[in-house]
């Protein structure tokens, strides 16, 4: 155990001379862990470091993201960076940022905010368990601060209902949150009760005690049936006096570096050898059957969550790396479709958004590509996961249903109504809401292939089919369904049908109004947008959502970007609606076909009152 | 027991009729907590339909909110809305929307996004021991799908921390979601476990057995020191052959209404006497001291942050309503100066930033006005929170801290830049971003008069005050605090001090910048931005945030509102940042003083080619 011991004394060492190096970052929650990452490194992780492709790894997840000089520290110690690179930490450019992220090769996920590196280690772990089917294990280092984050206990629900035996978590137990001491303290064994309520086996421990350690790790490795929890009492600060089980003395340099590491025993220059796995395929062999897309005829009322739910089954016969999971609301969604034709690759995440996120975020580390459907209402409950998904640079595709007033007699707290502003604003988000049922199956499969997060809007209600099963669509495209030069018409999903109706309504007037399909929000198609505005009086954009950060200011956006100025008239929800017909919805919100017909009509007469 | 045998019958007769005059609606999850109801508002419940806004009154909470059916029956049996008006369940104009919001006077907050009821229901307890210091008693009815919802551990852990014996969970386990069984079925052990685990007293009943429900709801009455959960075991459907216990009935009317009422012995028009609390003093006498707000010198470094929480502490002094609430970074966001001036008004939430927004709404039904803070990237946690909020007509403050590239070092998991596109996107929300002190201090105090959700971001940096300290600001204003008429540039937090200095290289090359500080980002001072565009060859904007939704897009929305066509450049963070120095990642997101310059040039160059 010695080596284990001064393997851990220079974690530390070296924890606290990235944060002296970079004058800020997390040294004491760091050296709180150091003896448990240790003997993590030293006989029990199994990584290959130098092939961090291999499908046999490990994975190892700092879900305490803010340990981040930990990480770092034990991939020097594992000869994965060396320590000029260790002295970057949180520097302009470096890889080794304030808090993880995928930037480094053995990185999965980026962590940071705390309560998520459990639930996606959660989504690892199933994926190793149902999809890869390889024996690889999913190590999850905690913090105790974070237990309070419900999205732990998602976590902690779904890991013992899935009986994931391959995933172990750490729970660091120093005491110490940022502000003082957390909820529960040093009391390990209410976190022990907790985790046994929910069915994990759970092992508590002296953190500092390299034969419990030991023990405990294995004891995780040898355990079968279901998760480990590993709750490991430390000290925050462990090992230097000045820092050691005090309160302000988080996410800080250590007041004295060169005192610290004198204590510490000074600097080492240890090698770990971490094992490796056994040697495996680098590339999944996809099953992949041939599978035509629906195809629905011209008039049929369909509602584009119906379509999403027969397409995805149809692209899950197409592409074997296509998986898709809900949050219990699969006869809404029509995921239903995905589950009934692919069993294998579907995942019931129950009613726990958060962890259905980070499930897809996991799963697509590994290569898979999932789709993940909810209402869209409550995909703004995992805000959050769908935020960091994207440092995570991760690839999966979204899907909302029940969008806006149009829903009708539910109410408020079921129609989404901001989530085109709050996907929108996500990172190299690509974000889309077809109007019908074709359009809806074209766009589908392109999203599997697309980077970053994706996200499909669709509508609860059945609506005609307007565009042929053979018309294509691109993302970033639109279509001109009715051609016109008096004034533009720009719609999509729901609103698409009420510009085609406004169109009818002002051509009895004799107003031409030219009517964009605007399913493609981000990326938006400029160009035709900036024709309209060149070749009519104005647009008028209407849409089923707040006024803010939608459709409407989308196509300001556009159109400032390529320097076209032009009256633009935003029709948007503008007040709190309760319950009632989708129709009376629509009128009260004044989105409707009489609305925009109205909206056209004072822009062709006053272009410049708009 | 009869009178309450034939009340539940009732309760389930008039959910039954209510669903299917509406034609949709959730019956059968009504009918399985229909005795438990029947026997709470007959001798447990105590609540004056008739002075709902009696201090003293209970509070029920229906967390899962589709039961509406069954609340709304209630209210019927106790004579607070009619036979006729039960029949406008979900109809256009009802205040019975399809799942429960404050448009009726007995409903406190709204529900239907599951997994909130409870934790609001926390907040209440927490207002009615700390804050009212009354002995009312919070009820709130779950539903056993939404108990893997993270938010609901969230409670669990909050709740028996802060030893709330006046708050009662009934958990209707009836065994199916929407769309087959739970995680956990009927295994009523299984939460009665991570009851226990949690510190919560936890009786296990059958939910339909009159006896038990009594005993166990006198026993939540009596027992002390910590919150209650009845964990009831129930039929979905329950006593209707055609659906009790059965899948596929979720979510509709049922089949054969007239059946189903005959089999429930028909209709009935019982009236249940609900006991009415004491009366109690109908406004709360708010302690209020004298206190000046803070001032700062001009030229004095001082982070917007810091501005935060020393006048919020004034606020408290000057208001006895005001209280508030950190997830526990107070010494971030500087909530701590709250804490050490007005203990018996904070509260620590620890990182459960869910449950802390949800204490937030309950603690403003009871007339407090919270003030809830963290960092703004973790406010993003609890969005959906914030989106119910709104419709639960909530009025309520919040503080995001540390936003965007300008925090630097921490990197992008702590980088708010999607918050200004979420919170504008909340209906009827106010959304500030002050630049220096002297204006946070003046923009507090009115947020706490603001109907509705009123977001304060703030900056980690400290910048130099450039408002004297008597310089008045309103919210929906702007200040121009450079004039010219060459350009206008458009900044606000940190980006208006890069403006400033943007406005300084400009005027070396004989360019002539208005500045705009656009504190107000939600409502916006059109009128200024109007001037702007008709007076100078352009507009400038530059946000610390993503391109979408944010500081430039309101300007684009608001001169389109206008009628005002001009050009608008905007600068905003255009790709994944990482770790730096704050002037390295602004620089590198191109939203720094010399970037701001160069985008000004080219719009004085070629105003229609910007």
Redesign the interface.
Known sequence: MTFRHELAQQLRVDSVRAGDA????HPTSSMSAADLLAAMLDGHLRLDFERPDNPRNDHLIFSK?HASPLLYSCFKAAGAIDDAELLTF?????R????P?P?LPWVDV??????QGLPIGVGLALTGKQLDQLPYRVWVVCGD??M???????AF?HAA?ANLDNLVAIVDVNRL????E??HGWDVQ?YV??A???GWHAIDIDGHDPEQVEAALSEAESHSGGPTVIVARTKKGKGVTAVEDLTGKHGKPLPDAAEAIEELGGARDLRVTVSKPDSGELTQAFRVEGADLPRYEVGEEVATRKAYGQTLRAVGSRRGDVVAMDG?????THS?QFREGHPERYF?M???E??MIAAAVGMQVRGWRPFASTFA??L??A??FI??A??S?ADLCLMGSHAGVAIG??????MA??DL??L?????STVLYPCDANQTAKLLEPMADRPGISYLRTSRGGHPVIYGPDEEFEIGGSKVVRDGNDVTLVGAGVTLHEAVRAADLLAEEGIRARVIDLYSI?PVDTATLRAAAEQTSGLVTAEDH?????L???V??AL??S?T??????LAVP??P????PA??LR?AAIDAEAIAEAARRLVRQP???
């Open positions: 970079a004058g800020s970052g993201g949180r520097k302009f450019g470096s080794l940022e304030g808090h992220t930037a980026a962590t940071g905010s705390l309560g601060s974070e309070a984050e419900g999205s732990i206990w998602e629900e209902h949150g940022q502000t003082g957390t909820m209410s009760d907790r046994r309520a929910t219990e609301v699969s006869n809404s239903e019931e129950y009613i726990a958060q962890q209402a409550f703004t409950r805000y959050d935020r960091m994207a440092v640079r007699e539910d109410g408020p707290s079921q109504l901001e502003a709050a929108r604003a996500v990172h190299g981000k707040w006024p803010e950060g939608g409407g200011d989308t300001l956006a400032a970007e320097g100025m032009a009256p633009v008239h935003k007040a709190m309760g319950s009632g017909k009376e919805l009260q410049s009152m708009a």
